[in-house]
Structures are given as structure tokens and as C-alpha cells.
């Protein structure tokens, strides 16, 4: 019999209660993915720690980059404060790779930071880890420049010149990184290899499209190929570097600059900055000031790989001293050609001088004796035949030099100067350069 109208049936009855009972036996919904809520919860405070930690480096970094570059325009207040926000990048830093360790830009980050902090060892260490994080050719090239950098710093200059090599092999660089490299081999004693990376870095910056925005790199290309050579026992060639380099700097603020501690312009090892400054002042006919430095490159170097050459120049310059009664005039110290356009290069140019580095003796008896005699610069441009003649020599004008001495400059130049051959073809037009000479006493 069925059961009366509205009542439920056993079936019925037993379904309410087995329903009953499985919704007071089931968790609830909002615990059914436990786990999965805390995983998220905890991946999402993470996310976020670390986009604030990467905010607070980032900002540090922006405030080191904003604030004056040059030890000589920082206090010890300021330097005090770089040293500090440094750390504290370095501790966000590390906080930040541990939440996520595959992060290139951070890694690279905290390279930089540890260089700021002198930790270069911990800097090279980082690099390292970064290139096994770069994907792409420009991350490559910037790992391998910041380890051949921190290699540098930590005076393993082996090792640096290793990794500037890997650098080069992934397409062509700027002639600072040729340059960084010949100063390391010069100071391992390779000097035909540094003279060749010299070149290197030379001719980099001489072709550049924006020429005149690396004349300081120029400049410090020939200082270095000038000590490299100077060091290698080739003195005539080392002094037309130097003077190459002191038309682009005239007053060595580089090699001023380059003493002072954090800056921009360095060299290695320390104190040979002291020998640049002796070669250049000796160049330049500052007998006095290129002593001083060269006693301050011993007094830094004592032990060091280039002490009998530096020995050397001062005997030499003492010997000078002991000559200077018998010597009343003015000479010419360094020559340099600083342009060339034409068929004939410059270094065909320098080699005239060689040839004839008398050439000018008459004409120099005739500048007037004074007690002080400085430095004198004179600029001449020639005027260069397909025969290696020149047809015209000038003094720019206006000039303060005596007009008997310019007018017999001119005619010295034009009468006995001849370029040598060069093994090619006869050259078809002129080569039109300009000439710097340096006169002392």
C-alpha cells in the first residue's frame, strides 16, 4: 500500500537521514583545499617581500647613482654614507635572491654593491653566478666586463685578462676594455702583448663615431702605450706617445685625477700612477716634478717589476743636472703629430723627426734666455708632397714667439724636413697634418 499522500515513505526517510549524516560527517568547503590556500597565501607574501626589497635596493641604488662622482668632490661624511648604503643594498640584496635565486639583474646588483664595499673576491663570486644566469649576448658581455673588473680590483690580473679575453670573443668592444687589458699584461711583465692591446684601444677611439667624446680615453690609450714602451726599451718612441697624449691633456688632469682615491681614472698596481706623472712630466721638460715622481713610484713600489727603470730615469735626470751649467737654450724634448690627413700616416711623420732631431738647434739659440725658461708648445702645420717634401710649414698666427724664430722654424721645416718613402706606390696627393712640439731647457 502506498504511504498516504504528503508523508515521506522508509526510502525517503533514509535518504533525509544518510544526507543528514554526510553533511555532519563532511568538512567543510572552505577547508576541502587547505593546503592549496596556505601554499598560495604564503607564495603571494613572499611575491610581495620581495618586490619590497627589490623597491628598497632599487631606490639605495638610484640615490648612489644620483649623488657626486670623484673623491674629490666627496667628504669623508659622504663617503662614510656611500659605504653604509651600500650594505644595506647588500643585505636587501641577498634577502631578495634567496626568495628568488635565478634572477640575473639582482645577482649582477650585488656584484656591484660588494665592488663598492672593496668585497671583490664575494664580487668576483657573484659574477660568476650571474653568468650562469645570462641568456642573452648582452648579459654575457656585461657579466664577463663586471668579472674581469672584479678580478682587477682583487688584483688577480691573470685571471682578468682571462675574462676581458672571453669579452672579446663575443663581438667588438670600445678601446677603454682594450685599454683595461694592457694595462694588466704590462703589469705581468707581457709588454708586446700590452703594446698591441694599446694600439688596439688606440684605434678603437681614433675611429669612433663620436671621435671627440673619447678624447680622455685617447689620451689614456697613448699615456700607457708610452710607459709600456718606455718600460720595453724603446725611449724615442715611448716619448711621442707621451707627447701624443699630453696635446689631448695638456695640463695631466688625468694623471692628476687618477691620484686620487675612488676615482673614475686608475691604474694597476698601485703607485703607478706616480710613473705616468714622472714619464709625462719628463716629456713635457719638468726636470723637477718628474724626479718627484719617480721617487714617489719607488716609494710605492719598492719591490716592484719596474723599480730599475724608474732607478734609471732619475740617474738621468740627476746627470742632466749636473749638465745644466754648461747648457743655456732651449731643446726640443717631444714631438707629435697629432693629425694627418692624406695619404701619408702619422707615424711615417713621427719617424721624420728621428731622422733629423737637430733639426731645429739654430732656431731655438735664437728664443731669448730667460732665468725661468718654461715649457714652450709650438704648433706647426705642413703641407706634405707625394715625394715626402714639405712644400709648407706655418705657425698659426697670431703667435707670441719672436718672428726671427718663426719665420726660421719654418724655413727649417720646409728645407730639411723630408718624410721617408713608404714601400707603396707613389702617393698621388698631399698630405696635409699638423705637428706639435715641445721645447725645454
Not at 666627496?74 to 663617503?79: C, H, I, N
Not at 699615456?223 to 716619448?239: E, F, H, I, K, N
Given at each position: 500500500m ?5 508523508r515521506?515513505?522508509?526510502v525517503?526517510?533514509m ?7 554526510h553533511a555532519l560527517l ?6 576541502i583545499?587547505?593546503a592549496?590556500f596556505?601554499d598560495?597565501?604564503a607564495?603571494?607574501t ?12 632599487d631606490e639605495l641604488?638610484?640615490?648612489e647613482?644620483?649623488?657626486p662622482?670623484?673623491a674629490?668632490v ?6 662614510t654614507?656611500?659605504?653604509?648604503r651600500a ?5 636587501l640584496?641577498?634577502?631578495a635572491?634567496t626568495?628568488?635565486s635565478d634572477?640575473f639583474?639582482?645577482?649582477?646588483a650585488?656584484a656591484?654593491t660588494?665592488?663598492t664595499?672593496a668585497?671583490?673576491?664575494?664580487a668576483?663570486?657573484?659574477?660568476r653566478l650571474a653568468?650562469?644566469l645570462?641568456?642573452l649576448p648582452a648579459?654575457?658581455?656585461?657579466g664577463?666586463?663586471?668579472l674581469?673588473?672584479?678580478y682587477?680590483k682583487?688584483g688577480h690580473y691573470?685571471a ?11 663581438g ?6 682594450y685599454?683595461?687589458?694592457?694595462e694588466?699584461?704590462?703589469?705581468l ?8 692591446r694599446?694600439?688596439e ?5 681614433s675611429e669612433?663615431a663620436d671621435r671627440r667624446?673619447?678624447?680622455?680615453s685617447?689620451?689614456?690609450?697613448y ?17 711621442e706617445?707621451?707627447?701624443r697624449a699630453?696635446?689631448l691633456?695638456?695640463?695631466?688632469a688625468?694623471?692628476?685625477l687618477?691620484q ?5 681614472v686608475?691604474?694597476?698596481p698601485a703607485g703607478?700612477?706616480h710613473?705616468?706623472l714622472?714619464l709625462a712630466n ?6 723637477a716634478d718628474s724626479e718627484?715622481a719617480?721617487?714617489?713610484?719607488l ?7 719596474w723599480?730599475?727603470e724608474?732607478r734609471?730615469?732619475?740617474a738621468a ?5 749636473k ?17 694627418a690627413?692624406?695619404p701619408?700616416p702619422?707615424?711615417m711623420?713621427d ?7 737637430d733639426?731645429?738647434?739654430g ?6 734666455l730667460t732665468?725661468a725658461?718654461?715649457?714652450i708648445?709650438?704648433i ?5 708632397d ?5 712644400t709648407?710649414a ?11 724664430f718663426v ?7 720646409k ?5 721617408p718613402?713608404a ?6 696627393r698631399?698630405?696635409?697634418a699638423?705637428?706639435e712640439?715641445?721645447?725645454a731647457?
Open positions: 502506498p504511504p498516504p499522500a504528503g515521506p515513505g522508509l525517503g526517510l535518504a533525509v537521514a544518510l544526507a543528514v549524516v563532511a568538512p567543510p568547503v572552505w577547508a583545499d587547505e592549496g596556505w598560495r597565501a607564495t603571494g613572499a611575491e610581495r617581500r620581495f618586490e619590497q626589497l627589490v623597491r628598497q635596493a641604488l638610484a640615490q647613482r644620483a649623488s662622482s670623484g674629490s666627496r667628504t669623508e661624511a659622504a663617503l654614507a656611500q659605504r653604509q650594505a644595506r643594498t647588500e643585505a640584496l641577498r634577502e635572491l626568495l628568488r634572477d639583474r639582482l645577482t649582477l650585488l656591484d660588494q665592488m664595499l668585497h671583490f673576491d664575494d668576483a663570486q657573484s659574477v653568468l650562469t645570462a641568456e648579459q654575457q658581455a656585461l664577463w666586463s663586471r674581469s673588473l672584479a682587477m682583487g691573470a682578468s685578462v682571462a675574462a676581458t679575453e672571453r669579452l672579446l670573443t663575443l667588438p668592444t670600445d678601446g677603454a676594455t685599454a683595461n687589458e694592457a694588466l699584461l704590462r703589469a711583465g707581457r709588454l708586446p702583448e700590452a703594446e698591441d694599446y694600439r684601444a688606440i684605434r678603437a677611439d669612433a667624446l673619447r678624447e680622455h685617447l689620451a689614456l690609450g699615456y700607457g702605450l708610452g710607459v709600456a714602451l718606455d718600460r720595453d726599451g724603446q725611449p724615442t718612441a715611448a716619448r706617445m707621451i707627447a699630453l696635446s691633456d695638456p695640463g695631466m688625468l694623471l692628476q687618477a686620487q682615491a675612488g676615482s673614475d686608475s691604474f694597476v703607478d700612477v710613473y705616468y714622472g719628463l716629456v713635457a721638460g719638468r726636470a718627484e719617480f721617487r714617489a713610484f716609494d710605492a713600489q719598492p719591490d716592484g717589476r723599480t730599475q724608474a734609471g730615469h732619475l735626470l740627476e746627470a742632466q743636472r749638465r745644466r751649467g754648461s747648457h743655456n737654450g732651449y731643446r726640443v724634448v717631444a714631438t707629435a703629430t697629432v693629425h690627413s692624406g701619408v702619422a707615424p711623420v719617424a721624420a723627426w728621428r731622422r733629423r732631431p733639426l731645429l738647434d732656431c731655438l739659440a735664437r728664443l731669448p732665468a725658461r718654461p715649457p708648445r709650438l706647426v702645420d705642413v703641407e706634405i707625394a715625394r715626402g717634401n714639405l709648407r706655418s705657425i698659426p698666427r697670431p703667435t707670441d714667439l719672436d718672428a726671427d719665420a726660421c722654424v719654418e724655413e727649417k721645416l728645407n730639411g724636413f723630408i718624410v718613402a714601400p707603396t706606390p707613389t702617393r698621388a698631399s698630405t696635409l699638423r705637428l712640439l715641445l721645447l731647457d
